[in-house]
């Protein structure tokens, strides 16, 4: 049922949002889609640029956060959001005009898909090559199954990007505060209760990436911080009660392993394709040849630690010929 209010509403949370915030506002009041009202949520600023976004549309509403933070500034900005459709937007990136029609038409199409991100281009005076390599990753998953059998390597969802019904919100409930990613710690509760996610094709976000975004100054985006989480739903729904091994028994892996064990995790062995590691023991644990996978104990999950260049690619190869289920029998991990 549509309710009384537009047809979307999109939450941009702001703390000083500078010379950006004037470029974002307008382009998601230029947007074709025009049923539409934007919430600019004000986290306590001071630099003025929020003030002079006053009277400038009628579908703009500007809003103080009653609360601290990105993540009190968000669960504000949906609480209020009158939309049948909530979208979320940035205070510093940029929208494609056609960003949120064409989200709107891919979930009417494509039913089964709940959550609809974007794919973006990383721009600004922080994009580097780790940028660039993030990029083609994020972009080469829009289908349901991709982005789910790697949600467990990094946030498959460009956060600024996302666009969902009210309902499922209201299944969602609420962005939660913890010492960690607001945004990834959404996704897993999202996946855990079943919800599919999607992209449609083409660049509809241009992605700001400067050296004052909050994922380059909060610890609370910190790599241990993303591991943590992801252990905690690895264990609590995606495979509880099964055993692991890891593929990779290189720095990464290790850390995994830590802290797997930290969260009560049974790891019975290692494998990999280094010579020197092979027939050694790792954290206490065996390090195996490759080919003792098709032969591990029933029910033991291998978790694939490995991140180097192409590896996801030949080591899915390899497992699909030895009969080996994604998201079933292994997962990737990094």
Known sequence: MKTEGPLLSVIMPVRNGGRWLAEAVDSILAQDCQDLELLVIDDHSDDGAVHAMLGRDRR???LSSPGCGIVAALNHGFAQARGEFLARMDADDVAHPQRLSRQLSHLRRHPGVDICATQVRIDGPAASGGARRYEAWLNALTEPKAIANELFVESPLPHPTILLHRSIWQRLGRYQIFDGPEDYG???HAASLGLRFGKPQGVLLHWRDHHDRLTRTDARYADTRFLQLKVRHLLSWRFPDRPFW?????????????ALTVAGATVQAFVDLHPRRIGGRK??????????VTDR??????LVAVGSAGA???????????????????????
């Open 60 to 62: 703009l509403r500007v």
């Open 186 to 188: 959404l996704w897993l």
């Open 297 to 302: 104990p029933s029910g033991a999950v291998v």
């Open 246 to 258: 890891i593929w990779g028994a290189g720095p990464s892996g290790a850390v995994l392993f830590d």
């Open 283 to 292: 954290r206490g644990r065996p390090v195996l040849p490759l080919q003792a």
């Open 312 to 334: 996801r690619e030949e080591i899915r190869s390899w497992c699909e010929t030895h009969d080996m289920a994604e998201g079933i029998d292994y997962l990737f991990t990094a």
